[in-house]
């Protein structure tokens, strides 16, 4: 089992900047693949990004790209979400999950933490 803690959701203005943090607990982080997913009111969770074991391939949906970076910090069993120029539409929850298998499901979840952008 693997626990996952999010950090860093607000309230921000459009054009603005956040970051997200997700803490890992309970097994090895470098065995995780691990994704940021967001749902917002309304609509279904969608995914944003995603980020390998080691760190070096990232894969991002195509709303978010050029404008939000996904990076992890193994000291730290963190992995991070920077957002920028951010816009309403970002507006949702965020969630972190982790999972073993490159191409299977996500198997552990964060509780999510909210990100408002306001027009």
């Known amino acids: 089992q693997v626990q996952l803690v999010e950090f860093g959701g607000g309230l921000v203005q459009a054009g603005g900047s956040l970051r997200l943090s997700c803490a890992a607990s309970?097994?090895?982080?470098?065995?995780?693949?691990m994704g940021w997913f967001r749902q917002a009111p309304g609509k279904e969770r969608e995914f944003v990004a995603r980020?390998?074991?080691?760190?070096?391939?990232?894969s991002y949906a195509d709303s978010v790209k050029g404008r939000f970076t996904i990076s992890r910090d193994s000291a730290k069993n963190t992995v991070y979400l920077q957002m920028n120029s951010l816009k309403p539409e970002d507006t949702a929850v965020y969630y972190c999950?982790?999972?073993?298998?490159?191409?299977?499901?996500?198997?552990?979840w964060g509780q999510g933490t909210q990100v408002t952008v306001s027009s």
């Open positions: 999950a982790a999972k073993r298998s490159l191409y299977g499901s996500y198997e552990h």
């Open positions: 309970g097994r090895t982080f470098s065995d995780y693949v």
């Open positions: 980020i390998t074991w080691n760190g070096e391939i990232t």
